[in-house]
């Protein structure tokens, strides 16, 4: 198992694509939003596969809507 720590968010995709797990600790929610679900965010290379474990500090509602997206990518 390897761990790997970026920080830039544009290559996040092509991480989520490559990865099994993926943990995120983000300070507030516009990060958590950019980091998962902003253009080339984890769920543009989210799969079945793909376990995903969020550690923000972040409202419910974007922890339900960040949800909703890796359930449904498309």
Do not use: W, Y
């Not at 339900?64 to 997206?69: F, L």
């Amino acid at each position: 198992m390897s761990i790997l720590v970026f920080f830039d968010v544009d290559i996040l995709g092509r991480l989520s694509k490559q990865a099994e797990i993926v943990m995120t600790i983000l300070p507030n929610s516009p990060d958590v939003e950019q980091a998962n679900i902003g253009q080339n965010g984890l769920v543009s290379g989210a799969h079945e596969k793909l376990v995903f474990i969020d550690s923000s500090t972040l409202s419910p509602d974007v922890t339900c809507n960040v949800g909703r997206k890796f359930e449904n990518p498309v």
